[in-house]
């Protein structure tokens, strides 16, 4: 299992990459929605691709009430 | 379909629509590309009857109330059902809540019973508050097998054997507690009575009918008053499909169209505007002999579709497109926020009518909808059979207050007499939205006379509920408002909200302030969050009692001072 700061790492990359901000813009503690410039169904798309490179099965739910990277990142590694 | 002038009460249609289609199906609910679940009419009854007999032998009792806090699925709607079955109030609260906001509606509706899911009921159990939950049956569903579940029990078990009694209502009895979204300080829950339901299913079916084998997306969600009437009642007394999706991914969602031949669904605007960026992607993606030939069918079926909508011609023309929405869908409905014009007519001209409406859940929502003979992207349609409007005090381009008359209209705000005069005045429920008719009787709206901004996914939001948040910024004062309320534009849509703040003497508003703004404002719901800030350079004007003059400060500041005075953040 990789570590929490891999995980997180590669969750800022692949945001970055999916709605092309500059990487170096994003910080762990950012609110995703503000900085990507996405609402809550573009959220869902960023799932979608973090589900696939994770191999990991995340319930809609646990979007809910979650707007920063680090916070979807622990969700994410309580799944790995 | 049954004809609901015969009922007295939602849970005597619904059982008699179970009995009347026992092998047509009711429910499918899907997980990704899994089907979970399918059940049919016979199925569903002999599911929920054991749930609501346990109910009755716990002692829940005719007019006793029942809150679901749940994302769109079966269970949902067997809940619903075992609690009618026993003549209960049903609460259907919004699962996107949190869990003290939960916990504060939980207690204002007195709910006895509470149905909810696993990961809810963990979020409840461990909000401040709890203790002080009152409702005595519990009922979480998909539980893991080693989880605790404090008070509650199963969802799965709690079943008991032999036929519950049929608790018949009245007319007039209250049906369901249905919360407004956001409160402007108190929780506003909307009284419906079993005539509300009754007679607002009638005139919508009657535009647009369902029968065995339409099959309707569920997507929005079932506590509010749209899916609830056309995604469980609707459907169900005409022996139609509900289809349930319990992740909303785009790529699911787009599968469900194909897999299950959707006919019909409701949006709100934000996801119907979604879809319309996603398929002009797509067409900018076409070779240009393959987009010259797609313009000219879009153009064809347009001119030929110009009196009203001919589903059948458009999916011949336009098959590829049809076809991925499943080759059967019939129409779109959307409301609760406002939706562009070029947005509706995009659609249409693609042959798949989307139905613009107009209403609010004190008024079991649908006051207005297009019939779409002949289209119209300008308007929310006209009253629904049985609905009267009119135009109050309307100024010199005829536009007024938008007042309603109807069976449909709420019986009352829980527990708040004082609020209910205000709303219902004379037996015209006072809804607070601008607009006006034009000659062909199709309303248009033009704003709102409250200070509240309605987002693109349909939630209304009190400035209000938004100051909350701010509470502690180091400023002498300061008020939350939406950008309209100050500065009327006189036509919906880029709502936002807006802070007006008072520095102390000799305060400045320095980076580290605006920092300390900014931070807080990040902490709201990306929806809920003010787009900017102004400063003013003078108190703001209160009451003897110290509450702020929101109608007067907002009347000064739009005389005195432009919108371009606000800061954005």
């Given at each position: 299992?990789?570590a929490?700061?891999?995980?997180?790492?590669?969750?800022?990359?692949?945001a970055?990459?999916?709605?092309?901000?500059?990487?170096?813009?994003?910080?762990?503690d950012?609110?995703?929605?503000?900085?990507?410039?996405?609402n809550?169904?573009?959220?869902l798309?960023?799932?979608?691709?973090?589900?696939?490179?994770?191999?990991?099965?995340?319930p809609?739910?646990?979007m809910?009430?979650?707007?920063?990277?680090?916070?979807?990142?622990?969700?994410?590694?309580?799944?790995? | 379909?049954?004809?609901?002038?015969k009922?007295?009460?939602?849970?005597?249609?619904?059982?008699?629509?179970?009995?009347?289609?026992?092998?047509?199906?009711?429910?499918?609910e899907?997980?990704?590309?899994?089907?979970?679940?399918?059940?049919?009419?016979?199925?569903?009854?002999?599911?929920?009857?054991?749930?609501a007999?346990?109910?009755?032998?716990?002692?829940?009792?005719a007019?006793?109330?029942?809150?679901?806090?749940?994302?769109?699925?079966?269970?949902?709607?067997?809940?619903?059902?075992?609690?009618?079955?026993?003549?209960?109030?049903?609460?259907?609260?919004?699962?996107?809540?949190?869990a003290?906001?939960?916990?504060?509606?939980?207690?204002?509706?007195?709910?006895?019973?509470?149905?909810?899911?696993?990961?809810?009921?963990?979020?409840?159990?461990?909000?401040?508050?709890?203790?002080?939950?009152?409702?005595?049956t519990?009922?979480?569903?998909?539980?893991?097998?080693?989880?605790?579940?404090v008070?509650?029990?199963?969802?799965?078990?709690?079943?008991?054997?032999?036929?519950?009694?049929?608790?018949?209502?009245?007319?007039?009895?209250?049906?369901?507690?249905?919360?407004?979204?956001?409160?402007?300080?108190?929780?506003?829950?909307?009284?419906?009575?079993?005539?509300?339901?009754?007679?607002?299913?009638?005139?919508?079916?009657?535009?647009?009918?369902?029968?065995?084998?339409?099959?309707?997306?569920?997507?929005?969600?079932?506590?509010?008053?749209?899916?609830?009437?056309?995604?469980?009642?609707?459907?169900?007394?005409?022996?139609?499909?509900?289809?349930?999706?319990?992740?909303?991914?785009?790529?699911?969602?787009?599968?469900?169209?194909?897999?299950?031949?959707?006919?019909?669904?409701s949006?709100?605007?934000?996801?119907?505007?979604?879809?319309?960026?996603?398929?002009?992607?797509?067409?900018?993606?076409?070779?240009?002999?393959?987009?010259?030939?797609?313009?000219?069918?879009?153009?064809?079926?347009?001119?030929?579709?110009?009196?009203?909508?001919?589903?059948?011609?458009?999916?011949?023309?336009?098959?590829?497109?049809?076809?991925?929405?499943?080759?059967?869908?019939?129409?779109?409905?959307?409301?609760?926020?406002?939706?562009?014009?070029?947005?509706?007519?995009?659609?249409?001209?693609?042959?798949?009518?989307?139905?613009?409406?107009?209403?609010?859940?004190?008024?079991?929502?649908?006051?207005?909808?297009?019939?779409?003979?002949?289209?119209?992207?300008?308007?929310?349609?006209?009253?629904?059979?049985?609905?009267?409007?009119?135009?109050?005090?309307?100024n010199?381009?005829?536009?007024?207050?938008?007042?309603?008359?109807?069976?449909?209209?709420?019986?009352?705000?829980?527990n708040?007499?004082?609020?209910?005069?205000?709303?219902?005045?004379?037996?015209?429920?006072?809804?607070?939205?601008?607009?006006?008719?034009?000659?062909?009787?199709?309303?248009?709206?033009?704003?709102?006379?409250?200070?509240?901004?309605?987002?693109?996914?349909?939630?209304?939001?009190?400035?209000?509920?938004?100051?909350?948040?701010?509470?502690?910024?180091?400023?002498?004062?300061?008020?939350?408002?939406?950008?309209?309320?100050?500065?009327?534009?006189?036509?919906?849509?880029?709502?936002?909200?807006?802070?007006?703040?008072?520095?102390?003497?000799?305060?400045?508003?320095?980076?580290?302030?605006?920092?300390?703004?900014?931070?807080?404002?990040?902490?709201?719901?990306?929806?809920?969050?003010?787009?900017?800030?102004?400063?003013?350079?003078?108190?703001?004007?209160?009451?003897?009692?110290?509450?702020?003059?929101?109608?007067?400060?907002?009347?000064?500041?739009?005389?005195?001072?432009?919108?371009?005075?606000?800061?954005?953040?």
């Amino acid at each position: 299992m990789p570590a929490f700061d891999q995980t997180l790492d590669e969750v800022l990359d692949l945001a970055a990459t999916r709605f092309q901000v500059p990487r170096e813009k994003l910080s762990p503690d950012d609110d995703f929605f503000q900085k990507l410039g996405i609402n809550s169904l573009q959220a869902l798309d960023l799932l979608t691709r973090l589900e696939n490179h994770f191999r990991v099965e995340l319930p809609d739910y646990e979007m809910q009430g979650v707007s920063d990277f680090r916070t979807l990142a622990s969700r994410i590694q309580a799944r790995l | 379909m049954l004809d609901l002038k015969k009922y007295q009460c939602l849970g005597e249609a619904l059982r008699d629509a179970l009995d009347r289609w026992p092998n047509e199906v009711c429910l499918i609910e899907s997980d990704r590309d899994r089907e979970r679940t399918r059940l049919t009419y016979s199925d569903f009854k002999e599911t929920a009857l054991p749930l609501a007999r346990a109910l009755q032998d716990a002692g829940f009792r005719a007019g006793d109330r029942a809150a679901i806090i749940m994302t769109n699925q079966s269970k949902w709607l067997i809940s619903a059902y075992a609690v009618m079955l026993c003549g209960g109030v049903l609460v259907p609260l919004d699962y996107k809540l949190t869990a003290t906001e939960h916990l504060a509606l939980l207690a204002h509706s007195q709910a006895k019973v509470l149905f909810t899911e696993f990961h809810l009921w963990r979020a409840i159990t461990q909000a401040p508050g709890f203790d002080s939950l009152a409702a005595e049956t519990i009922l979480v569903t998909e539980a893991p097998g080693s989880a605790g579940l404090v008070k509650a029990f199963r969802w799965e078990d709690y079943r008991r054997k032999g036929s519950p009694e049929f608790i018949p209502r009245k007319r007039d009895d209250w049906a369901s507690i249905v919360y407004s979204s956001g409160t402007g300080g108190q929780p506003k829950g909307c009284v419906l009575t079993n005539e509300n339901y009754l007679e607002q299913c009638t005139a919508l079916t009657a535009l647009y009918p369902f029968w065995p084998g339409v099959r309707y997306l569920s997507i929005l969600p079932t506590n509010h008053a749209v899916d609830f009437m056309v995604g469980f009642i609707g459907p169900f007394v005409c022996g139609a499909t509900v289809v349930h999706l319990r992740t909303l991914r785009p790529e699911f969602v787009r599968d469900a169209f194909v897999r299950y031949r959707i006919t019909y669904l409701s949006l709100v605007p934000m996801v119907l505007k979604n879809l319309e960026r996603g398929l002009r992607s797509k067409f900018d993606e076409l070779s240009r002999p393959r987009r010259w030939m797609l313009d000219r069918l879009i153009a064809l079926n347009r001119v030929l579709t110009r009196g009203k909508p001919r589903v059948g011609m458009s999916r011949l023309l336009l098959s590829q497109i049809h076809g991925a929405f499943g080759g059967s869908l019939r129409a779109m409905f959307v409301g609760g926020a406002f939706m562009e014009p070029s947005t509706l007519q995009f659609f249409y001209d693609l042959g798949v009518p989307v139905s613009n409406g107009y209403g609010l859940t004190e008024a079991s929502t649908v006051l207005t909808l297009n019939d779409c003979k002949p289209f119209r992207s300008d308007t929310v349609g006209k009253p629904l059979p049985g609905v009267e409007l009119r135009i109050l005090n309307p100024n010199d381009d005829n536009i007024g207050e938008v007042a309603a008359r109807s069976k449909t209209v709420m019986s009352h705000y829980l527990n708040n007499p004082e609020l209910t005069a205000e709303t219902i005045v004379d037996g015209w429920l006072l809804t607070g939205d601008l607009g006006r008719f034009d000659e062909a009787g199709h309303l248009q709206l033009f704003g709102r006379k409250r200070n509240m901004i309605v987002t693109e996914g349909g939630k209304n939001i009190y400035p209000e509920d938004i100051e909350t948040a701010f509470d502690g910024l180091p400023v002498k004062e300061y008020s939350v408002f939406s950008a309209n309320y100050i500065w009327p534009k006189n036509k919906l849509g880029n709502e936002s909200l807006v802070m007006v703040v008072r520095l102390e003497q000799g305060q400045e508003f320095t980076s580290e302030l605006r920092e300390d703004l900014a931070a807080r404002n990040r902490r709201l719901p990306d929806f809920k969050r003010i787009s900017g800030y102004f400063v003013v350079g003078k108190d703001f004007p209160r009451t003897a009692s110290m509450k702020i003059k929101r109608n007067q400060l907002a009347e000064e500041i739009g005389k005195t001072m432009d919108q371009t005075a606000v800061v954005e953040l």
